[in-house]
């Protein structure tokens, strides 16, 4: 294109990738942090637990089967899994200016512009990846000709993101028996939709709310940005829902959040893990599953109190990939088994939450 203005990718350390603009026309600074997912950026654009941070795609072509329709299905954009893109900007290698798919309307740019997301490509994302995982995650500032550079490095992390991602208020989806709570701390639509299509009413509520005080079946914690420390009230309400009994499942983190109201503490990897086929086996057991993974801190298992235990580690780093308590209806995961566009392997594990909560309903 004739008129492609340039953008440049300013990592913390000093490094320099240039390249060209191809979305919103303004300049950002954020957490970089990479992915590797051959498909699906439309919902990892909109996944909220990508507030804050530069995303750089490691797949070398994007944006040929363009952007879905804003179709509604059950109170929720069919396509994607939240109302909004959540990323700061976007950077990859080669952009795909003609895209073709029966459900597009849109080009990827288009979008881009039209969400105020700038968006970089002709770039070495491969570099870029390395120079994450030998460094770790840094800071970067995602800058276009003809704006202004921010003056300084923004470090996400040190604000409650989890507060400008939840709910404002409380919401009901779906007319089943069964009665779930789901705790919204930057939560998927697939979490919703995976619960909603297994029986269940869902009422979802803003990550501080109190929802002890209602009356449920069972609790989901969902995912969401940021370090899970921020999340004090959360943890509260989550120690509170747990003498209560009542079965509780937590995703990515949530999985960090019920962690912490089990005695647990958590730390910072140092480049995350956020792609999909990452292999978790099942703790005591043979069996792998293929997941789904979008996450920057992780849970040190050791720190449990003495009645809980580990899940699933990580098969490539053997980090903890979730904790179950040994008696109680309490478990949760770090990878997503709501994973949109995929894997699937572990969507059992909300069949598994269903019958936890038709076995106490009738103790």
Not at 25 to 42: D, I, L, Q, R
Not at 105 to 133: E, F, H
Not at 305 to 330: M, V
Request: proline content about 5%.
């Amino acid at each position: 294109m004739s008129d492609k203005k340039s953008a440049r990718l300013i990592l913390e350390d000093g490094t320099v990738f240039k390249g060209f603009s191809f979305g919103a026309e303004t300049s950002v600074s954020g957490e970089v942090v990479f992915n590797t997912a051959m498909t699906g950026y439309p919902e990892s654009l909109t996944d909220p637990s990508y507030r804050g941070q530069i995303l750089v795609i490691t797949y070398p072509l994007v944006g040929n089967y363009g952007v879905p329709a804003d179709t509604m299905e059950n109170g929720l954009l069919k396509f994607f899994e939240s109302d909004r893109i959540h990323i700061k900007g976007l950077v990859i290698s080669d952009y795909s200016w003609e895209y073709s798919h029966w459900n597009a309307v849109k080009s990827l740019a288009d979008w881009l512009r039209a969400n105020n997301v700038p968006g970089i490509y002709g770039v070495d994302t491969r570099q870029i990846t390395k120079i994450i995982r030998e460094k770790g995650v840094m800071l970067g500032k995602l800058t276009v000709e003809g704006t202004p550079e921010p003056e300084t490095f923004i470090d996400p992390n040190l604000t409650n993101l989890v507060a400008e991602v939840s709910t404002r208020q409380v919401e009901t989806y779906g007319n089943g028996p069964l009665k779930i709570v789901l705790v919204d701390c930057g939560c998927k639509y697939n979490i919703i939709r995976s619960l909603i299509a297994r029986g269940a009413t869902v009422t979802r509520v803003p990550w501080d709310y109190d929802f002890t005080t209602l009356d449920y079946d069972g609790v989901m914690l969902s995912n969401g940005p940021g370090d899970p420390q921020q999340c004090g009230i959360t943890i509260d309400h989550i120690k509170k829902a747990m003498t209560l009994g009542k079965p509780i499942f937590g995703i990515c983190l949530g999985n960090q959040l019920l962690s912490i109201a089990a005695g647990g503490t958590t730390y910072k990897l140092k480049y995350g893990h956020r792609s999909h086929n990452q292999p978790a086996l099942m703790v005591g057991t043979n069996r792998a599953v293929i997941t789904s993974q979008n996450h920057g801190y992780a849970v040190n298992t050791d720190t449990l109190e003495s009645d809980w235990e580990p899940y699933f580690i990580n098969l490539n780093d053997g980090t903890s990939e979730g904790i179950r308590h040994k008696s109680k209806p309490f478990f949760s995961v770090q990878f997503h088994p709501e994973a949109s566009s995929g894997p699937v392997d572990t969507e059992f594990l909300f069949d598994d939450f269903i019958r936890a909560i038709e076995t106490h309903l009738n103790r």
